[in-house]
């Protein structure tokens, strides 16, 4: 309980992660960067019944439903396409069309919360650009550190930060994305320029670091999904209080 509210407490004190520079240690490292090249991200896309405020909401209400309306593989975080937004009221088919595949179920786009998971291979250590682009809401946390966040119904907006890794190699990768109704669209560029579907992998698709992207990113069926998603932003929270 102390913890949901720590995230409450966080939601309403930054609503808007703006230029923060944050750093991935390299005790979030997963592996070292496989030899396969990725094949995307995996996204679960699920239609809410109603109005939500948030990012929280969102997640809250999502970890209550039995299942995604929709499943696919997201090629890179785009949709529809790079700076883009579509009309909510389309089937999902037209939306995950350009940068996403393997879509199964079936929705038209309106209330709904997306979640993008999966493993981001960074090939040398350094510093980063990620710019985050969303109507309504959306958060970026790599392993336990939320990079960016706009957590509130919002238009179309973005915010770039800066992520330095102490180390190359894979690391968890969550992204998180609300909608409530009119315009949607998510966009995630790294150093300007759309991820690469080959610096991408799915945890489905990657057994040597299933059992600890497991770990990292748990399945949104419970309220783990809620505590792995904002556990950067607690952390945030205790070093700025």
């Not at 407490?9 to 703006?18: C, D, R, S």
């Amino acid at each position: 309980m102390r913890l949901i509210t720590v995230l409450f407490a966080a939601l309403l004190i930054f609503p808007t992660l703006t230029a923060q520079a944050v750093v991935i240690p390299a005790s979030e490292r997963l592996s070292d960067v496989p030899a396969s090249a990725g094949t995307g991200l995996s996204g679960s896309y699920y239609r809410l019944p109603g109005y939500v405020p948030d990012v929280l909401s969102a997640a809250t209400v999502a970890a209550k439903l039995v299942e995604p309306s929709a499943r696919f593989t997201a090629l890179t975080l785009c949709f529809p396409r790079c700076g883009a937004t579509t009309k909510d009221g389309g089937p999902i088919e037209a939306y995950v069309a350009m940068n996403g595949t393997d879509l199964t179920g079936s929705a038209n786009l309106g209330a709904s919360f997306t979640r993008f998971s999966g493993a981001l291979a960074i090939a040398k250590a350094g510093t980063y650009a990620f710019s985050l682009y969303s109507d309504d809401g959306a958060m970026l946390s790599i392993g336990n550190t939320v990079v960016a966040a706009m957590l509130k119904q919002q238009p179309w907006a973005g915010v770039t930060t800066s992520a330095t890794f102490e180390q190359p190699g894979l690391y968890a990768i969550q992204l998180l994305q609300f909608d409530i109704g009119g315009y949607t669209g998510i966009t995630l560029l790294l150093d300007s320029s759309a991820l690469p579907t080959a610096a991408l992998y799915d945890t489905g698709r990657l057994e040597s670091v299933t059992a600890k992207l497991s770990a990292s990113v748990p399945e949104p069926n419970s309220l783990s999904l809620l505590v792995a998603g904002l556990l950067g932003f607690t952390t945030l929270y205790r070093r700025r209080g």
